[in-house]
C-alpha cells in the first residue's frame, strides 16, 4: 500500500526557511496598461483534502516541498531530496521522479497553473533585454500572491505591479532549474517521437501524402 505522508512547518521552519516558488516562462504580453510576461507554476491537487501549508509532503522515497497551501491545492516549491537550503529541481532526473511519483497516487494530481509578472521587473529586463521562453526564476512567496490575487481577478493591475516593483530583489533567474527543466522537456520529447514511431502507435499514424491506403 501506497502512504502519502503530509508534516506542516512548525514557526520556527518557517522563519528560517525562505519560501520560494519555481515560475518557467511562458509568453509575453501586451494587456491594458501594462506589458506582462506570462509564467507557468506546478501545483499538486489533493483528492478530498482542506489543508494550510507551508509543509512537507512525503511520498515513497520522495520529498516535496510545499508553499501555498489554498484548500484543495498547493504550489509545489521544490525537492527535499539531498535536501539544501534552496529545495530546487536540479536535474531532469529529480524532476521526472517527482512527476511519475505523483501520478502514482490517486489521491494528488499534478496541474499547472499561471500568473503575470511585469516585464519591468530588475531580473527579467537585466538578461540583455530579452525575456526567454522556457527559463525559469525564483519567485518569493509574497509576490507569487500577490500574482495569483491578479491573476484570479482578485486585486487590480495598479496593486499588483506597485507591489512587484517594489519588491525586485524577490525574482532571479534559476540556471541550474532552467537547464533542468529544459532537458527535461527535450527528453520528454524524444519519448514521444520514440513512442510515435512504434509499431504500438502504427495503426494511429497518418498515412503520408501520396501512399497507398
Known amino acids: 500500500m501506497q502512504f502519502i505522508t503530509f508534516t506542516p512547518m512548525t514557526t520556527e521552519e518557517q ?3 525562505k519560501s520560494t516558488i519555481p515560475v518557467r516562462i511562458d ?3 501586451q494587456i491594458g496598461e501594462f506589458q506582462r ?3 507557468i507554476y506546478y501545483r499538486v491537487e489533493f483528492d478530498d483534502m482542506l489543508l494550510q ?3 512537507s509532503l512525503s511520498m515513497q522515497d520522495t520529498n516535496l516541498r510545499i508553499e501555498f497551501a489554498n484548500w484543495n ?5 521544490g525537492s527535499m531530496n539531498d535536501f539544501d537550503e534552496k529545495n530546487l529541481f536540479d536535474s531532469s532526473q529529480a524532476i521526472n521522479q517527482i512527476f511519475q511519483t505523483i501520478e502514482e497516487f490517486d489521491e494528488i494530481f499534478l496541474d499547472l497553473g499561471h500568473i503575470w509578472l511585469p516585464n519591468d521587473m530588475p531580473a527579467l529586463v537585466s538578461q540583455n533585454n530579452k525575456i526567454c521562453i522556457g ?3 525564483r519567485l518569493s512567496a509574497r509576490v507569487f500572491y500577490r500574482c ?3 491573476a484570479s481577478e482578485r486585486i487590480k493591475e495598479n496593486e499588483w505591479y506597485e507591489y512587484c516593483m517594489s519588491h525586485p530583489e524577490d525574482l532571479w533567474l534559476s540556471e541550474q532549474e532552467t537547464t533542468a527543466f529544459r532537458n527535461w522537456r527535450n527528453e520528454e520529447i524524444e519519448k514521444t517521437k520514440t513512442r ?3 509499431k504500438d502507435y502504427a495503426n494511429l499514424r497518418l498515412p503520408k501524402k501520396g501512399a497507398k491506403e
Open 196 to 198: 510515435y514511431r512504434s
Open 148 to 150: 495569483y490575487l491578479l
Open 53 to 55: 501549508g507551508p509543509f
Open 73 to 77: 491545492w498547493a504550489v509545489l516549491s
Open 37 to 39: 510576461t506570462r509564467c
Open 15 to 17: 522563519k528560517n526557511h
Open 27 to 29: 509568453s509575453v504580453k
Open 135 to 137: 527559463d525559469v526564476y
